[in-house]
């Protein structure tokens, strides 16, 4: 099972009670969940305690895509840690020296997984992180970040992720449905999750569209790897 489902409520809706209910509906499905910026806010790290105390999951991420000096990103770390929260994701770009560094060891210890964004799913990133993507993957390999972020959208991309990193780091891949991507061509590409939102938020049976494309994941990771 390679699914993290992306919570990122519509506008209009009182966002706490929707992640709950989601996740409540998902319950046992995903590997994780995701909790985006706009969520923390609008609702606080009190609503994000909220919602991570339904999370019975092995990743309970907070995707701030931290982007600061060390000193305000340990802040930031810690308050989301004590919600509850058990990943984090930073951006490679920020380099380590005063950043990444002490952000490293805030996180090993509070017993937090770091994730690095080293390329995203929109088009407008192949504009300067192509140019730079080798640098950021030293960067990721550089700190032992637990993770990092790559685009479903571009497979090409997972691949010489995978091929730079190695097997040791793990690769969340975003951009599964919405914009575009295939269940399960990330994976085969060599990503070990696929991220997905609303694909699964927006259905009308939440449940039984995640269980769907877990089968689909698991029927393309089968055939490209001729099983």
């Given at each position: 099972m390679s699914l993290i489902v992306a919570l990122d409520p519509p506008e209009?809706?009182?966002?706490?009670?929707?992640?709950?209910?989601?996740?409540?509906?998902?319950?046992?499905?995903?590997?994780?969940?995701?909790?985006?910026?706009?969520?923390?806010?609008k609702e606080g790290v009190k609503g994000l305690?909220?919602?991570?105390?339904?999370m019975d999951t092995e990743l309970v991420i907070a995707d701030l895509k931290l982007a600061d000096i060390g000193y305000v990103m340990s802040l930031i770390t810690k308050a989301v840690a004590n919600a509850g929260v058990n990943t984090v994701i930073a951006h490679a770009f920020i380099g380590t020296e005063g950043a990444l560094s002490e952000l490293t060891s805030i996180?090993?210890?509070?017993?937090?997984?770091?994730?690095?964004?080293?390329?995203?799913?929109?088009?407008?990133?192949v504009r300067v992180m192509k140019k730079v993507f080798s640098d950021l993957l030293g960067i990721v390999r550089e700190i032992n970040a637990w993770g990092v972020v790559l685009p479903a959208t571009m497979p090409d991309v997972v691949k010489a992720g995978r091929k730079y990193l190695g097997p040791s780091f793990k690769i969340l891949a975003p951009g599964v449905g919405a914009q575009?991507?295939?269940?399960?061509?990330?994976?085969c590409a060599g990503a070990d999750y696929e991220i997905v939102g609303r694909l699964?938020?927006?259905?009308?049976?939440?449940?039984?569209?995640?269980?769907?494309?877990?089968?689909?994941?698991?029927?393309?990771?089968?055939?490209?790897?001729g099983l």
């Open positions: 209009g809706v009182d966002g706490v009670k929707w992640c709950i209910n989601l996740i409540n509906e998902l319950d046992g499905v995903p590997k994780g969940f995701k909790v985006g910026l706009p969520l923390v806010v305690r909220e919602v991570a105390s339904v996180c090993n210890e509070l017993g937090i997984k770091l994730v690095l964004v080293a390329f995203m799913s929109h088009p407008g990133a575009g991507a295939a269940p399960g061509d990330a994976l699964i938020t927006k259905a009308e049976n939440p449940s039984k569209v995640a269980l769907e494309l877990i089968k689909k994941q698991e029927e393309r990771v089968r055939a490209c790897r």
